[in-house]
């Protein structure tokens, strides 16, 4: 048997002539629900082939090529795993040694009131993000986003994991304060809630595929990012809480990387003519929601009256960072 | 006259029913003229001392081998060309 | 270390349902996309995965396993074994990668709708998991994949496996078809029951079974990326085994007793023409562990009954059929691949020399004088170099569900039957009564699909000739497949066997 020449790679990586990465082997061009006149080979009119159809095909935001798109860290599975672990290992040790400093005993009475109000209802607003990101996996046309929003949702998922973990903590060492018994209410009815609520049920119902890309990733993570991952946590340092800004900062690591791939997708995107306004449109929808997350929230801060004013400005300059004026 | 009455049929000892396109007209004889130089001495073997008759799957009683399609069928109605 | 045990906070990790004001509750959870079943919230939050895991404890594990599965796959490169390998095995390796592995990559689609339309909270961090999976799962058999293009021996038919459902080859649409059905177009809580059916059933079938096959033909790379990938399903797999258990105790047994009878026909008819092949024809005689029945018997059947059988479900209506059908139904398969490989990715082998033909009669009491009569012929033609009369040149009626062709049983006991049904003025054709059945549960699903040989038919595949065909199918002279051993397996029948 002859032996005949190889392919480099895969058809649609060896146009252009240079060694793919890992992450461009395992990661591109593969789904197969966008590559035809339907979602699906089942009947057009059935439900989710007329979903795909109105949220996918017909969105407002087109592009000749979507599978073009690149996550800028070039995250796989395996890098995924390998940078987590690392990660988790990590956060396991600042709670273990701060359990060992006896930590959560030494806060003082209104700092652990703050905690139980402000810090361990967020679980539910984590949760909704990691259900929005599971949209975009879903309806994403480039397996490539589906990728970055797949890492995402598994980022927001860790850390309802970690907010579980440390409610069960404080209500071992702050019983009777409602630990793990209050935060459904809480985020259900107290006012500094209301607008994350309120962001995070529109921003599940934000159907169109464009839309709730751009309201998760550049409206709603943002603000979270600066209302509850910063301002919460410096209140926090100034009452005697050193964990929560250590664990928060872990948590803006993944933050980041949404962030960066919330920019290259936003300039990939406004590649095509029509596009830039669709997304200033939307940017333009969500961004007084969820201003108003922020204020609603940082309101409850204690001793913060720049908090509020701090964490909007902050969010506007990452939308600004992405040529939004909004 | 275009084939564009399609038959499935399914020869005496093969393995699956196949796709014949005939003219309306096509008798049954004439029908198995046609699928024969397809499946016989490819997937079944010849039988010389025997005659290629034509049944409806779904009823026992032979075909009348001047049949025409169009009067005995409808289009891809599924057959069965028995070797007796 | 002074950490908390994960039954510490587990439950709050999964406490996440909350009662929506700004927005209707049945806004973010559509009926169509969540539960057309109508189970209340009250049913939903008792949901209680089998199987749980931390996110810690999930990185820490598959990291380990990754470090396993990648250091062999630099032992695969170093190797010249995959230069030397049976071409059957080649074959095997072929058929899979192109048929399985964006499969995978669709079912992180599947978790993840049930990661964002599921009810239950611990459903929803369930299918995050299993999304994860089957990410790890695409990329870790596409890495292999990649290795083999570089190895100069049928590049274009590794490639398959990037590309090939994003075809309209014959055997993607019949792949695309049915895993859509099972797993990418229901709410979530029948999506979670149908791919659970598929993952705690039938693939152990691929890669349990094609993993021992893989070990005894000396390909320890493939048995353990498989066996590797294997071990990530129990979890994501326990996710629909929850849903029915919840719908059951809800009074709902009817409704889960029907998508699972659904469900196992459309992997049956998919893994027969798949692994059936695989096991009977393209393993090597003296690699075979088992036939595909027995290890149907002892995976598929047995697993059936001990899974879906301890929560009180039945085996479907259609049993007797099924195990009727394990006798002969894949051999027919084979017989309509052999005889058109270019409408292929892979090249097949025959499987019937003499010692393989004593093996099928060993196995299938009968073969010789049903799909033996047919090689008989076939086998007659290649010894006397009558390749013209091999070619396949009258297409077979494609089954409406299946997409595979409408095959039976040949020679002596021949029995071939199209299950055909007129329907709002069209006949749909079904390879099986349980095909048809399948369509007649909801009409509305199927009854706008045109397969293969309607495109044929209707002027979609342009030209209407066997180029235009082959074009439409993605397949040309590099890629398509031919005889795995060039006929030389027909030497080994004895010269009296020749005409001339």
């Keep these: 048997m002859s032996k005949a020449k190889g392919l480099r790679t895969w058809p649609h990586l060896a146009a252009r002539r240079r060694r793919p990465s890992e992450y461009e082997i395992v990661s591109t061009n593969l789904h197969f629900r966008t590559m035809f006149e339907e979602y699906s080979e089942l009947s057009p009119s059935i439900p989710m082939n007329r979903w795909y159809r109105k949220y996918v095909r017909e969105s407002p935001l087109q592009h000749d090529d979507w599978d073009a798109f690149r996550d800028p860290d070039e995250v796989t599975y395996r890098t995924y795993t390998v940078m987590q672990d690392g990660q988790e290992t990590y956060v396991d040790g600042l709670l273990d040694e701060h359990d060992e400093l006896g930590h959560d005993r030494s806060l003082p009475d209104d700092w652990v009131a703050t905690l139980a109000r402000l810090y361990t209802p967020a679980r539910f607003m984590l949760h909704a993000v990691q259900m929005a990101s599971a949209y975009v996996v879903i309806t994403a046309p480039s397996s490539t986003v589906t990728c970055c929003a797949a890492y995402q949702m598994s980022d927001a998922l860790r850390w309802v994991a970690r907010v579980a973990y440390r409610t069960s903590e404080l209500a071992d060492h702050h019983p009777g304060l409602g630990f793990g018994k209050n935060e459904r209410s809480i985020w259900e009815q107290d006012p500094a809630w209301q607008g994350f609520r309120e962001l995070s049920e529109r921003a599940l119902v934000a159907y169109d595929w464009g839309e709730a890309v751009v309201a998760l990733n550049v409206v709603v993570k943002p603000a979270i990012d600066e209302a509850f991952l910063r301002q919460l946590p410096a209140a926090g340092r100034r009452h005697g809480d050193l964990l929560l800004g250590l664990l928060t900062d872990a948590q803006l690591r993944d933050s980041e990387r949404s962030r960066r791939w919330t920019k290259a997708f936003v300039e990939f995107a406004r590649q095509r003519a029509g596009n830039e306004e669709v997304l200033a449109r939307w940017v333009e929808k969500w961004a007084p929601l969820g201003d108003r997350a922020i204020e609603a929230f940082t309101a409850a801060l204690p001793e913060s009256p720049e908090a509020g004013a701090t964490a909007v400005r902050d969010a506007r300059a990452f939308r600004s960072g992405l040529g939004f004026v909004s | ?84 | 270390m002074a950490l908390l045990e994960r039954s510490r906070w587990y439950d709050m990790a999964r406490s996440t349902n909350w009662t929506p004001t700004y927005v209707q509750e049945e806004d973010i959870f559509p009926p169509d996309m969540s539960d057309v079943f109508g189970l209340g919230m009250d049913v939903w939050d008792q949901y209680d995965e089998p199987y749980k895991v931390s996110f810690r404890d999930y990185v820490r594990v598959q990291r380990e396993k990754d470090t396993a599965a990648y250091a062999v796959k630099e032992a695969l490169s170093r190797s010249d074994y995959y230069d030397k390998a049976e071409p059957g095995w080649m074959t095997i390796l072929k058929s899979h990668y192109g048929g399985v592995v964006t499969v995978e990559f669709a079912s992180a689609s599947t978790q993840a709708r049930m990661g964002r339309f599921g009810k239950g909270g611990g459903m929803r961090n369930m299918g995050a998991f299993g999304s994860l999976d089957e990410i790890r799962h695409t990329q870790t058999q596409l890495v292999f994949a990649h290795e083999h293009l570089q190895r100069g021996r049928d590049p274009e038919q590794f490639a398959w496996a990037q590309y090939g459902n994003r075809t309209n080859n014959w055997v993607n649409l019949s792949v695309r078809h049915t895993f859509e059905d099972i797993e990418h177009t229901r709410c979530a809580a029948a999506t979670a029951i149908m791919t659970s059916v598929f993952e705690v059933t039938f693939t152990n079938l691929q890669f349990i079974a094609l993993a021992a096959d893989a070990t005894k033909a000396g390909d320890h790379v493939f048995a353990q990326l498989i066996q590797s990938i294997q071990s990530d399903e129990a979890r994501h797999a326990q996710i629909g085994m929850e849903v029915m258990r919840l719908m059951i105790r809800a009074g709902r047994k009817a409704e889960v007793q029907k998508l699972v009878d659904i469900s196992f026909w459309r992997n049956w008819r998919a893994f027969a023409a798949l692994t059936g092949l695989a096991m009977d024809y393209y393993t090597p005689l003296e690699r075979r562990e088992h036939s595909f029945k027995e290890f149907m018997e002892e995976w598929v059947i047995a697993q059936f009954d001990r899974s879906l059988g301890d929560l009180g479900l039945e085996r479907p209506w259609y049993w007797d059929i099924f195990l009727d059908e394990l006798k002969w139904f894949h051999h027919g398969q084979h017989l309509g691949v052999w005889l058109l490989p270019n409408t292929v990715w892979w090249n097949p082998p025959a499987g019937v020399t003499p010692a393989e033909r004593d093996w099928l009669e060993q196995q299938y009491p009968g073969w010789n004088e049903t799909f033996g009569r047919c090689w008989d012929v076939i086998t007659k033609n290649v010894l006397d170099g009558n390749r013209e009369k091999i070619q396949l040149e009258i297409f077979p009626i494609i089954c409406h569900m299946s997409n595979l062709a409408i095959t039976g049983i040949p020679g002596d006991r021949f029995r071939v039957r199209d299950y055909y049904l007129d329907y709002e003025g069209r006949r749909y054709h079904f390879g099986s009564e349980v095909d048809r059945w399948i369509f007649l549960q909801e009409p509305a699903r199927y009854k706008d699909y045109r397969n293969i040989l309607d495109r044929y038919l209707d002027g979609t595949i342009q030209p209407p000739t066997n180029e235009g065909f082959l074009q439409y199918m993605a397949l040309d002279e590099k890629s398509w497949g031919r005889d795995a051993h060039d006929y030389q397996w027909a030497d080994k029948f004895p010269r009296e066997h020749r005409t001339s």
Aim: charged share 25%; aromatic share 8%; with cysteine.
């Design chain 2, 1 to 84: 006259m275009a084939a564009d009455f399609p038959v499935a049929v399914a020869v005496q000892g093969d393995y699956e029913t196949r796709l014949m396109m005939v003219e309306p007209e096509t008798t049954m004889d004439e029908l198995c003229a046609a699928v024969a130089p397809f499946v016989v001495g490819r997937f079944v073997p010849e039988h010389p001392d025997k005659t290629m008759r034509i049944r409806h799957q779904n009823r026992p009683e032979l075909i009348p081998r001047d049949a025409r399609v169009r009067d005995v069928l409808v289009p891809w109605d599924p057959v069965e060309l028995l070797f007796v």
